[in-house]
């Protein structure tokens, strides 16, 4: 999505602040014991008292409000019956629609007690997300934030999977310009225009570089099953910088 008003801003922003604040809440939640169900619960409660609906089961029958998965699994988890453990690493991702807006937010937990090298993995996941932020401008490339991202990674030691991409959001939840990739990508000569609305989320990992589906249509998983994080921001490029709309504050 381009953005065409100042209306159609505070509509987005208002569709981050939801998921945002759905995604925190979830969050200080997690605790041994509780279900993947019960916490997609929390979450379903409270996207609706927002008045915004599930943006995967609205558009993809998604059998759940939110995606939550626990390591290995890294993405598209199913809400059910498993329960949190003590140093499970866990990431939730929440994406809603209000009033025909869409926003899209993510982010990996470690419930305590954690090794250090998993601490520093989330640590430097939320990092690597924000050097990307942080390159974000109109006339810039599309693939700027990826170069950035991959550097850091390979400074600090990581890999960086590479089948699953950032992408257009704000009228849909998936919409062009699709397959942003969050590492090096010299073929892409797309370039960031102004009121461009995207997510960026990559996921960082001890190295794994691909995922693959384990076999209930939606869970993603790493070949050899290494530790990865993953951190979303839906941001709007304008000329004043880059705006974090996901936040929840």
Known sequence: MTIASEDELEKLKIAGRVVARTLKAMGEALEPGITTRELDA??????ELEGARSAPELTYGFPGATCISIGPDVAHGIPGDRAIAAGDLVNIDVSAEVDGFYGDTGASFAVPPVAPKIDRLCRDGRRALWTGIRSVRPGASLNAPGERIEAFARQNGYSLVKNLASHGVGGAL???PTEIATWRDPSDRRRITEGLVFTLEPFLSLGADWVEETGDGWTLRPLGHEP???????IVATRSGPVVLSLAD
Request: aromatic share 6%.
């Open 228 to 234: 990865t994080v993953q951190y979303e921001h839906t």
């Open 42 to 47: 929390i979450g379903r409660r409270l996207l």
């Open 174 to 176: 998936h919409e062009s």
